[in-house]
Each structure stands twice: as C-alpha cells, then as structure tokens.
C-alpha cells in the first residue's frame, strides 16, 4: 500500500484544521474581549463628555458669568486704594487722600458703582458707600463744603437700600449726617437743618423704639442737635463752651468750630448794635468770646464801630434806613400812653 499519498492528505488536513483552531482561537478572544472592550470605550467617551463639560463651564465663566472674575480684580484694586487712603488721612496728607480719592472713583466707574442698582454685588457696593463716604471727610477737612455737599447727595441712595441688599454694620451714616447738619448750622441755614432732623426722626420711628433709642444716644447726631437747642436759647456760652472743650465727638467736627464762633459773634454784635450806645472794650471781649483787647480792636473795625476813650461806640441809627431816633421812640410811647388812657376812661364811662 502506498502510504504517501495518505501522509500529504493528512498533512493539508493538519494546516487546515490549525487555521480552524486559530480562527475559532481569535472569535473566542473577540467573544471575551467584546465586553471590556465595550466599558473602556463607554468610560473614555463618559471622559470626554465630563471634559466637554468642563471646558462648557469654562466657556460660560469667561463669556456669561466672566463679569465678576473681572469685578473681584478690580474690588481688590479698590479696597488696596482705599486702605491707603485710611493711612493718608491719618498722617493728615490731604493732597495725597485727594490723588488716591481720584483713582478710587475711577475705579467704581470701572465698576459701574458710582450710583446703586439691584444687580450691583453687596461687596461692590460696600467699597463705593466706604469710597464716598471718605471723599467727604476729606472735604471736610481740607474745608472745602460744597464737595462735602455733594458727597452726601451722594451717598443717600446707598443710605436707603435695605439691609439685605446692603448691611448697615460699620458705616458711617450718623457721622456724615451729623457733620452735614454741623454745616447747615454753621451757614445759618435752620430751615435746612430741621428738614433733615425730621427726616431722620420719619425714619427712626418707621425702625420702631430700638432705632429711635439708637438716634437718641448717638453723639454724632446729638451734637449739632444740642447746639442748635443752645443757639434758639441764646445759651452762646454753652455752644462756646462745647467748641472749645473736647465734646466734639470726632476730628472732623472741630473744623466747624471757629465758624460756629464766628456766627455767634456776629449774632451778639448786631443785637449790640441795637441794645447798647457804647461798651467798654474789657466788657466787649468778654461778650464777644475774644482773647484779648487787641482782638476786639480789630473786630470792631471790621464792622465799623468807633473806638474812643476805652469804650466802643456803635454808628448811630439812620431814620432812612427804617430805625427810629430816641426822640422819635418817645414820642411815639407817649403817644400809645395817651391813647390807652383815652381808651381805660372810656371803658369807665361804658361801665
């Protein structure tokens, strides 16, 4: 028998046979594999939709969102600008407070602070009401009223937001109210102080018996209030007393203090002028709060007096400009004596 034939049939049958088993070797791995397979390709594809998500979220922040990115930078600007402000001011350099001040509104025009709005952040509107409120002492201090003015027209939009939108802890509202009727005071303008006083006393008694307590205790409102009562008094040595003694309850109010002297002594000269012909000069400086003899002399001759012998003589009161004479005032009493006589008789003779 041939046996040949035989061994290369086997042989061809053994080649295919191994591919078979390899075939099935790769379809059972790919069987095996599929699964895992399937998981790494779903968690790379979860990898990539939570990176997706991210960049998303970072898109949004730099697009939508980016505002207050922006905003903290230039808070953090602000509040360095306005720390060295605080330090400018306690070393009395106003002309660098003024530069810095200068710098700072820029900043809350930067941003868009300078008036409250709804969507305006707590801490952005906490730096622009500390921002205002430090340009207006440092009007005060440098004397100039009508900045400080307009500092405090500026600052009562602030004044009035709500607590929640805007915390009222550590502010400086009684100070600046207090100083701006120490300035309506200090002008004469009474009208105008009672106007904000009542509008303080509305918004007290709507804050109920706790607020009104807290006004009530308030040095820096009832300082101009007690002068104001002293002044309707004429209690001049009181409100003399209280300028020059250490009662004024902050630096600030003892800026007004030589003004509020000066508006005394100009009010005690005119009723001088009208009660008295003449004073001794040692008299006037007592009753002019005036240091000395020489003091007197100058102010006397900014209004006019004639200085004699010693003694103050006022000018004489003209007829034309509405003042009567000593005779004419007599004349004039003698007169209302007769006719109240005439008029007591005839209620006699009607009785």
Same mark, same amino acid.
């Given at each position: 028998?041939?046996l040949?034939p035989l061994l290369r ?11 078979a088993?390899?075939?099935?070797? @790769?379809?059972?791995? /790919?069987?095996l594999?599929?699964?895992?397979l ?7 594809g =979860?990898?990539?939709?939570?990176q ?7 898109t ?10 922006e @905003? ?10 306005l ?6 001011l306690s070393?009395?350099?106003?002309q ?13 025009? !930067?941003?868009? =602070?300078?008036?409250?709005? $709804?969507s305006s /952040?707590?801490?952005? #509107? #906490?730096l =622009? ?8 002492? &440092?009007s005060?201090?440098? +004397?100039?009223?009508?900045? @400080? *003015?307009?500092?405090f027209?500026?600052l009562q939009?602030?004044?009035?937001? $709500?607590?929640?939108q ?9 100070? &600046? ?10 002008q ?5 102080f ?5 509008s303080?006393?509305? =918004?007290?008694a709507a804050?109920?018996?706790k607020?009104?307590?807290?006004v009530?205790?308030?040095?820096? &409102?009832?300082? $101009?209030?007690?002068?104001?009562q ?7 040595d009181?409100?003399w007393a209280?300028?020059?003694?250490? +009662? ?6 003892r800026?007004? !203090?030589?003004g509020?002297?000066?508006?005394i002594r100009?009010?005690i000269?005119?009723?001088s002028e009208?009660a ?5 000069i040692?008299? /006037?400086?007592n009753? #002019?709060?005036?240091?000395?003899e ?5 102010? /006397? ?12 003589? @006022?000018?004489?009161? +003209? ?5 009567? *004479? ?10 209302v004596?007769?006719?109240t006589?005439?008029y ?8």
């Amino acid at each position: 028998m041939n046996l040949l034939p035989l061994l290369r049939s086997l042989r061809s049958s053994s080649h295919v046979i191994q591919r078979a088993l390899a075939s099935k070797t @790769f379809d059972l791995l /790919a069987v095996l594999l599929r699964p895992i397979l399937k998981i790494t390709k779903s968690s790379s594809g =979860a990898r990539s939709q939570q990176q997706l998500n991210r960049e998303h979220k970072q898109t949004q922040q730099l697009h939508g969102p980016t505002q207050p990115a922006e @905003f903290s930078m230039a808070e953090r600007e602000l509040s360095s600008l306005l720390q060295q402000i605080h330090q400018t001011l306690s070393t009395h350099d106003y002309q660098s407070s003024l530069s810095l001040l200068t710098r700072a509104k820029l900043s809350l025009l !930067s941003l868009k =602070a300078l008036v409250p709005s $709804p969507s305006s /952040a707590q801490s952005t #509107l #906490l730096l =622009a009401r500390e921002t205002l409120e430090l340009g207006a002492l &440092i009007s005060i201090r440098r +004397q100039d009223s009508e900045g @400080f *003015t307009r500092y405090f027209q500026q600052l009562q939009p602030f004044y009035d937001l $709500p607590p929640s939108q805007l915390p009222q802890e550590k502010n400086n509202q009684s100070k &600046i109210t207090g100083l701006y009727l120490l300035l309506l005071l200090n002008q004469g303008d009474y009208a105008g102080f009672h106007t904000v006083l009542e509008s303080l006393e509305l =918004a007290t008694a709507a804050g109920g018996s706790k607020a009104r307590k807290g006004v009530e205790e308030d040095v820096f &409102i009832q300082y $101009p209030v007690k002068l104001e009562q002293w002044l309707m008094e004429g209690s001049y040595d009181k409100v003399w007393a209280a300028t020059k003694s250490e +009662q004024a309850p902050s630096e600030e109010y003892r800026v007004f !203090s030589d003004g509020l002297i000066n508006t005394i002594r100009a009010e005690i000269a005119s009723c001088s002028e009208r009660a008295y012909p003449s004073l001794p000069i040692s008299n /006037a400086k007592n009753l #002019l709060f005036l240091d000395s003899e020489g003091s007197v002399v100058q102010f /006397a001759q900014t209004r006019g007096w004639l200085i004699r012998d010693g003694r103050i003589y @006022f000018p004489l009161q +003209q007829p034309e400009q509405g003042l009567r *004479t000593e005779k004419e005032i007599l004349a004039t009493s003698g007169q209302v004596i007769e006719n109240t006589i005439g008029y007591a008789r005839e209620l006699e003779t009607i009785v």
